[in-house]
């Protein structure tokens, strides 16, 4: 079943009234076939992949959206509800389908569908079911859209885009991670709350696993341009590292902190999720930290594994990782990240 936008066809006999409305102009030339057509296509229509789709179409980075979900009832009425808003977006077609083919020719791919964990239930058995579906979802996107880059959402997300990639048969360039976009777009906050300025002046990165053992990259934060611990140094003004742990012990709690509260979280993974679709769509050659296939960086090379590393993005998805100085305990941490997540991904034997 598939539910597309609406025709231009009116009447009993069909009338196009696309072509009857309009008169062409004389000696007119046929539509220049130069201009890209942008196509984005949402897997999961829940919390998160509603607002992606929202603040996809509400930024105007495609011309065509494309929503899948294994809930026929729940698609349809999300993609009417978003169709019921064009008279204040930007012009985007928007199709839905529980069938994958209504995202043939994607530029982008965005997985958001996961199983929830069932009480009782451990991590490792909800990972596997996640496998599971996945191997449902990307085969047949990987099919419809061979030319596209995949961005997986779904948690754990670390696990999931190396499964989506072995799926997928995409060069390791094409297959990424959300990873920490999130977990740096928190701890940049958290940096500039403490500091009083805005948040875009901080450049700050948590990488490695987007969980429990993520790597926050102190040696490495600037303010407006300014390095912040060499600054201190300098100017011999004392820090104490625990009020440091403390911020990036935060960051990892603040996820726990909103799904308490709210029950989920959607906004923040919706804006950031979009600003990397700019930049891979777009071209905007910008650095995000985003998990990629991490094997033969710092140090990294216990077997293939996705992690969150300082990532170059642009058209061809990710053009490079960024060679940023670590210190040797910053190093240390992001191989046992690594570590961690192959010690999983052993026990699922994909």
């Given at each position: 079943?598939q ?9 009993p ?5 696309a072509?009857?409305f309009?008169?062409?102009i ?14 984005i296509?949402?897997?999961g229509?829940?919390n998160?992949g ?39 977006l ?7 389908s529980a ?6 020719g ?5 997985v ?13 058995n ?36 190396y ?5 997928s ?23 500039a ?7 875009q ?12 053992t ?8 600037s303010?407006?341009?300014?390095p912040?611990?060499?600054f201190?140094?300098?100017q ?9 742990e ?5 960051v ?20 950031s ?31 293939d ?19 940023i100085h670590?210190?040797?305990?910053e ?20």
């Open positions: 079943m539910m597309n936008g609406s025709s231009s066809s009116f009447g006999g069909g009338l196009d009234l072509q009857s309009f008169k062409p004389q000696n007119g030339a046929p539509p220049s076939t130069t201009k890209r057509h942008t196509k296509s949402v897997v229509v829940g998160v509603m607002a992606i789709a929202q603040t996809i179409l509400t930024q105007n980075l495609a011309d065509e959206l494309a929503l899948v979900d294994a809930k026929p009832d729940m698609l349809r009425g999300e993609m009417l509800d978003l169709q019921h808003a064009a008279a204040f930007p012009r985007t077609k928007i199709s839905a069938d994958y083919s209504v995202t043939v994607s530029d982008l791919c965005i958001t569908a996961g199983a929830r964990q069932k009480p009782g239930e451990s991590r490792l909800l990972l596997q079911r996640n496998v599971a579906l996945l191997s449902d979802i990307i085969p047949p996107l990987a099919k419809h859209s061979p030319d596209s880059i995949l961005l997986i959402v779904s948690n754990p997300v670390d696990l999931l885009t499964v989506s990639w072995k799926l048969g995409f060069p390791s360039n094409r297959v990424i991670g959300s990873g920490t976009i999130l977990d740096s777009s928190r701890f940049r906050f958290l940096i709350d403490h500091l009083n300025v805005n948040a002046d901080v450049q700050a990165y948590i990488v490695g696993e987007h969980g429990d993520s790597v926050a990259l102190w040696s490495t934060i303010i407006g341009g300014v912040v611990l060499s201190l140094e300098k011999q003004i004392a820090y104490e590292k625990q009020t440091l403390n911020i990036h012990k935060e990892i709690d603040s996820a726990y902190e909103v799904i308490n509260l709210k029950g989920y979280t959607s906004w923040a993974i919706g804006y999720v979009a600003n990397l679709a700019r930049s891979l769509l777009r071209d905007q050659r910008k650095i995000h930290p985003v998990s990629v296939f991490a094997k033969g960086f710092y140090g990294i090379d216990g077997g594994v996705f992690l969150s590393l300082p990532a170059h993005l642009g058209r061809g998805g990710v053009l490079g990782v960024t060679n670590l210190t040797d305990e190093v240390e941490k992001l191989r046992k990240s690594a570590e961690t997540i192959l010690e999983v991904q052993n026990q699922l034997g994909f």
